[in-house]
């Protein structure tokens, strides 16, 4: 990853952990409960907070206004959907406890007349949400139990990384070597944003991958159509069924949140396109989106899921 990409990433986690704890001291406040709330944090998440906060300062100065003026209004949106007076809240992230429960999806915890779980994102406007990232080889079994379909699919994407593997080295004079050891002894391309010349036969792969996912996604829909439904609520951010999904979309100063739970789906088709696949709902519109875990000359890669809700 280069310094840039480094950077942006870093700028992103830290946006949103600093949202998270926003949020929660928004509603807080809202609650009468900011002391309580503030007491709750150790030394070690103040300290982090800060971190990332100066962060954000130093490279996005301005940014930091709008960032509580995104949390107050997420704060009040969500403060409508609660019921009874707000008791206690938690922030899932820093929190120790948080290893002790699965508490994957959950960045924040609010106690009031029930137990309500929030997962909290914050993203730019008319973007897709990032929701999880799956292991190629393992998603099928996981998520859709199907073990035969599973070593179905893995059998022939070693095939087909194979075949690219062998026309990317043609292309570029090399020997074939399974390992890339020569390649990387040329200090050829490593990165799918790096490869200039020859990146039409790295896209062909993903196609035709996509086109395997497609063509496995299709039949495991047909041939259960209720268990398939069920079992794309984990990739949407829902594995946890009683989950409040709150996203405050932005563009530059002005925010709109929106808030999800899981529901039953009544409409579902699958498209593939050229660089992704795609779940369309009624409700949304799920994307499986094909990378590599780091470098594309090792064959090992994920499934990016991403939502964008209609």
């Excluded at 799918?192 to 497609?214: C, D, M, S, T, V």
Aim: glycine share 2%; hydrophobic share 35%.
């Amino acid at each position: 990853m280069n310094d840039e990409r480094r950077y942006e990433a870093l700028l992103n986690e830290y946006k949103g952990s600093l949202f998270e704890y926003l949020v929660a001291s928004s509603l807080a406040k809202n609650a009468n409960l900011e002391k309580q709330f503030l007491e709750s944090l150790s030394e070690s998440t103040y300290s982090i907070l800060a971190q990332q906060e100066g962060f954000i300062r130093h490279y996005k100065p301005d940014f930091i206004t709008s960032l509580q003026n995104f949390a107050e209004h997420t704060a009040l949106q969500m403060n409508d959907y609660l019921s009874g007076n707000i008791k206690q809240i938690q922030v899932i992230g820093k929190s120790m406890n948080a290893e002790k429960k699965n508490y994957s999806e959950v960045d924040l915890i609010v106690i009031a007349d029930q137990e309500y779980h929030f997962s909290l994102k914050l993203s730019k406007a008319n973007t897709y949400v990032n929701t999880k990232s799956m292991g190629i080889k393992s998603f099928l079994e996981k998520y859709f139990q199907s073990p035969k379909t599973q070593l179905e699919f893995n059998k022939y994407f070693d095939q087909e990384f194979e075949v690219f593997a062998r026309e990317i080295h043609q292309f570029y004079d090399l020997d074939y070597d399974a390992k890339f050891i020569e390649w990387q002894k040329e200090n050829l391309p490593v990165l799918p944003g790096q490869l200039n010349e020859g990146k039409e036969l790295l896209y062909a792969f993903y196609g035709r991958i996509n086109a395997k996912i497609y063509s496995h996604l299709s039949t495991l829909m047909n041939t259960d159509f209720d268990r398939f439904k069920n079992n794309l609520q984990p990739l949407c951010g829902f594995s946890d069924e009683n989950l409040i999904q709150v996203i405050c979309f932005h563009k530059e100063d002005q925010a709109v949140v929106h808030m999800h739970t899981n529901s039953q789906l009544n409409s579902l088709e699958i498209k593939q396109n050229t660089n992704n696949v795609e779940l369309l709902t009624d409700e949304y519109i799920l994307q499986l989106r094909l990378k590599p875990m780091n470098i594309f000359i090792n064959p090992a890669y994920k499934i990016n899921c991403a939502v964008k809700f209609i």
